[in-house]
Nanobody
Framework: QVQLVESGGGLVQAGGSLRLSCAAS????????MGWYRQAPGKQRELVAG???????NYADSVKGRFTISRDNAKNTVYLQMNSLKPEDTAVYYC??????WGQGTQVTVSS
């Protein structure tokens, strides 16, 4: 049974930081592509950042220079470090594996 469990969301003021975590089980984590997506109210879900099994990363233009994705294969966990947060970063953030499996999401709210 595949499980992706996100944590670390919350309410933060603009300019603040949060670190999201996604603990995976039931998948061959070390060889899977992992990604973070987000969905704001009334908007489509969008890719925020992705990381390959080899550690190569890609980011949405809107978060480049502020967010960092990383992975710890020993812990089957992927992280999203979010700095200099803006109100427009407010959304539900979802963990994804191989563009196939999804977590339940964690809410991030950035107040102005």
């Amino acid at each position: 049974q595949v499980q992706l469990v996100e944590s670390g969301g919350g309410l933060v003021q603009a300019g603040g930081s949060l670190r999201l975590s996604c603990a995976a089980s039931g998948i061959p984590f070390s060889i899977n592509h992992m990604g973070w997506y987000r969905q704001a109210p009334g908007k489509q879900r969008e890719l925020v950042a992705g990381i390959t099994s080899g550690g190569a990363t890609n980011y949405a233009d809107s978060v480049k220079g502020r967010f960092t994705i990383s992975r710890d294969n020993a812990k089957n966990t992927v992280y999203l470090q979010m700095n200099s947060l803006k109100p427009e970063d407010t959304a539900v953030y979802y963990c994804n594996s191989n563009r196939r499996w999804w977590g339940q999401g964690t809410q991030v709210t950035v107040s102005s």
